[in-house]
C-alpha cells in the first residue's frame, strides 16, 4: 500500500468547547518507551541524536480530549512543562528546551511528533522523536491527527532577529527570545541547585552559577534596551 503523508498540525474542529487550559495532573501520563537505541557518536565529536525508541505515552485520555481541541498556549504549556523537556533530554542525551515562537531552523533540532488519534502510526496521546524537518509518513488509508512540537538543545545559536519572520515582527521576536532565554536559565539553576552539594570547588560553582545567571542577564538586557543596537550583543 502506498505511503500517504499525515499533516502534523491538523486539528479536528470543535466550535462548540472552548479551548482548555493545561492542567499536566490531568492531562500528563509520561512512560518511558519500551526500547531505546542511541544514535548519538560516543566521542562527542558530533551533535547528540536523538535516540531510535518506540513511541512512548506523553498524554492521558483527558489530555488526549484537551488537546484535540487546544489553543498554542496549551501546546506551549505542554512543550515547557519540565517532565516533557526532561523525556526529551534524556532521548536526545543533552539539556533540550522548546524552540521559541519563530524559530525556522536551529541545528540540533528535534521534533517530538504527539498523535491525537488511533488512526496512526501510532496510539493517541503516544509520541515519538524524530530529527526535525523530516515528513512522516504512513501507510494505511485513515485520516490521523498528529500535533508537532520542536525542540532545541540549551546551548542552540539563536538571535532575536532569527525569530523574527516567523514571530511577525521583531518586538513579538524579542518577547518570544526573552522568555526561550529566560526559560534556559531557569533550567541551568534547577540543574545547579540539584547538584550543588557535589560541585567540587569554589571556582566550579562560580562558573557554573554565572553559565545560569547570563540567559537571564541576556534576557533582561533585551527587554530593558531603548535601541535596537544593543541587541547585537545577545544574539547567542
Keep these: ?42 566521542s562527542g565529536d558530533t551533535l547528540p541524536s536523538p535516540a531510535l525508541a518506540a513511541p512512548f ?21 505542554l512543550a ?3 517532565t516533557v523537556i526532561d523525556a526529551v533530554s534524556a532521548l536526545t542525551g543533552t539539556c533540550m528546551v522548546p524552540a521559541p515562537t519563530g ?13 491525537l488519534s ?3 502510526a501510532w496510539a493517541a496521546g503516544f509520541a515519538m522523536l524524530q530529527h526535525s524537518g523530516i515528513v ?4 494505511g488509508t485513515g485520516s ?6 520542536t525542540f532545541l538543545p540549551e546551548d542552540a545559536v539563536i538571535g532575536i532577529h532569527d525569530l523574527e519572520d516567523g514571530a511577525g515582527d521583531l518586538e513579538h521576536a524579542r518577547i518570544a527570545w526573552v522568555r526561550h532565554k529566560t526559560l534556559i536559565s531557569h533550567r541551568k539553576l534547577g540543574r545547579l541547585l540539584e547538584n550543588f552539594d557535589s560541585c567540587r570547588d569554589r571556582q566550579t560553582l562560580v562558573h557554573e552559577l554565572w553559565d545560569a545567571v547570563s540567559d537571564a542577564e541576556h534576557a533582561i538586557e533585551a527587554m530593558s534596551s531603548e535601541t535596537e543596537g544593543l541587541d547585537i550583543f545577545y544574539e547567542t
Excluded: C
Excluded at 498540525?9 to 487550559?21: D, E, G, L, T, V
Excluded at 512522516?136 to 501507510?139: C, F, H, M, S, V
Excluded at 490521523?144 to 512540537?149: D, P, Q, S
Design 1 to 42: 500500500m502506498d505511503a500517504m503523508i499525515i499533516p502534523l498540525n491538523a486539528r479536528r474542529p470543535n466550535p462548540a468547547n472552548a479551548a482548555p487550559s493545561f492542567d499536566p495532573a490531568r492531562h500528563l501520563a509520561i512512560e518511558p518507551p519500551a526500547w531505546t537505541v542511541s544514535l548519538s557518536d560516543t
Design 136 to 139: 512522516l509518513r504512513q501507510t
Design 80 to 82: 515547557r512543562h519540565p
Design 57 to 77: 505515552r506523553l498524554l492521558s485520555a483527558a489530555g488526549i480530549a484537551a488537546a484535540e481541541r487546544a489553543s498554542p498556549n496549551f501546546l506551549a504549556d
Design 144 to 149: 490521523a491527527v498528529y500535533t508537532k512540537l
Design 103 to 115: 524559530t525556522q531552523a536551529a541545528a540540533g533540532a528535534v521534533d517530538l511528533i504527539l498523535s
Design 118 to 120: 488511533d488512526k496512526g
